[in-house]
C-alpha cells in the first residue's frame, strides 16, 4: 500500500537534546512538507522541499533543520534552538508542489522533558 | 502572514445539516481547501474550490465566494463518525504553501 509513514508514533526527550523525526513516502510525490499542530488549533508549515536537494523555509522554521538527500524521505531535526518544541508534527506530500490535495502521516507526538 | 478565520465549535445532531464558514483574506488568494482530522489522527483532503460555486462530493459540499472572500462546506445526512475538527486551507499568489485556518471542531449527537 502506498502511502506516507511517520515514526516514532510518540517520543520524548529532555530539553537541550536534538532529535530528528522520520518521514517516508513510497507514493513517488515531488514534494515534502512539515507542520506543527499544537493542541485546538491549526497547522502551521516549518519547512516545505519541492524536490530532492532542494527546501524551504514556512512559517515557523526557526529551531529546526530539514535535509531532503531522497525523493522518499524527509527528515525533520528538532534542535535545541526550538524554544517550546512540544507538539503534534505532521509529514505530507504532495504530487507536485503546489497542489491543494497534500495527503498527511499518522504525526509524531514530541514531549520534551 | 495570512489569517482564516472559521468558528472555534459547532455542535449538530445525526441526520442534521451542518455548514462551516471560512473567510479569508482576498490579497493574493488563489485557492480553498478543506480537509478533515479525527482526534489524534492525519488530516484527510475533501475537498477544493479555485473558481466561485459549489463543488459536490457525496455528502459533503464545498462553496466558494471570491467576490466575498468567503468559503463553507456544508456536511449532509450527519452521523457520528463525521465528528473531527474541519480546516480550510488557502493557497496564495499561486505559491506553493497553504495556509491552515484554526479548524473547527464539529461534535454530532445522537
Known amino acids: 500500500d502506498g502511502g506516507i509513514t511517520q515514526s516514532p508514533k510518540y517520543l520524548f526527550r529532555k530539553e537541550g537534546q536534538n532529535v530528528t523525526l522520520s518521514c517516508e513516502q513510497n507514493?513517488?510525490?515531488?514534494?515534502m512538507y512539515w507542520y506543527r499542530q499544537d493542541p485546538g488549533q491549526g497547522l502551521r508549515l516549518i519547512y516545505y522541499s519541492q524536490i530532492v536537494n532542494d527546501f524551504q523555509k514556512g512559517d515557523i522554521a526557526e529551531g529546526y533543520s530539514v535535509s531532503r538527500e531522497k525523493k522518499e524521505s524527509f527528515p525533520l531535526t528538532v534542535t535545541s534552538a526550538q524554544k517550546n518544541p512540544t507538539a503534534f508534527y505532521l509529514c505530507?506530500?504532495?504530487?507536485?508542489?503546489?497542489?491543494?490535495?497534500?495527503?498527511f502521516g499518522p504525526g509524531t507526538r514530541l514531549t520534551v522533558l | 502572514g495570512q489569517s482564516l478565520e472559521q468558528p472555534s465549535e459547532v455542535t449538530a445532531v445525526e441526520g442534521a445539516i451542518v455548514q462551516i464558514n471560512c473567510t479569508y483574506q482576498?490579497?493574493?488568494?488563489?485557492?480553498l481547501s478543506w480537509y478533515q482530522q479525527h482526534d489524534g489522527g492525519a488530516p484527510t483532503f475533501l475537498s477544493y474550490n479555485g473558481l466561485d460555486g459549489l463543488e459536490e462530493t457525496g455528502r459533503f459540499s464545498s462553496f466558494l465566494s471570491r467576490s466575498d472572500s468567503y468559503g463553507y462546506l456544508l456536511l449532509q445526512e450527519l452521523q457520528m463518525k463525521d465528528s473531527a475538527s474541519y480546516f480550510c486551507a488557502v493557497r496564495y499568489n499561486a505559491g506553493n504553501m497553504l495556509t491552515f485556518g484554526g479548524g473547527t471542531r464539529l461534535m454530532v449527537k445522537p
Open positions: 507514493l513517488n510525490h515531488d514534494a
Open positions: 482576498t490579497s493574493g488568494f488563489y485557492g
Open positions: 505530507a506530500s504532495s504530487i507536485t508542489p503546489g497542489r491543494d490535495e497534500q495527503f
